[in-house]
């Protein structure tokens, strides 16, 4: 396994370059504020940099990289497995009270 990170703030933009760990195993999770999950720049960026990878992420009401804590932020953990084959689902969910509901599942192999 391999892991990498990354962070972008409205000051500096991204932290460096992204790892070079794409793969159909490499698994993306990003944590961030609302204000830039909106914005697709940032998202954009790291959407194309890892166009094989399964992505995930939420908002946040303060992010975690290293050993600070921010606000208004992207933090992002890039992990790429050797021995893990990854498979995504979505479940729609329309309204808070459904999300405690059994739900249909979508799979992407």
């Known amino acids: ?18 790892p070079h760990l794409d793969s159909k195993d490499t698994l993306v999770t990003v944590f961030g504020s609302s204000t830039l999950l909106d914005e697709p720049g940032p998202v954009r960026e790291l959407l194309a940099a890892y166009p094989l990878a399964t992505i995930v992420g939420c908002s946040t009401a303060g992010e975690i990289f290293d050993t600070s804590v921010n606000d208004d932020s992207l933090c992002v953990a890039i992990c790429r497995f050797d021995g893990t084959r990854l498979r995504s689902v979505a479940v729609p969910v329309a309204s808070v009270a459904d999300s405690r509901g059994p739900a249909i599942c979508t799979t992407r192999p």
């Open 1 to 18: 396994m391999e892991i990498g990170t990354a962070l972008h703030t409205h000051a500096v933009g991204w932290s460096g370059a992204f």
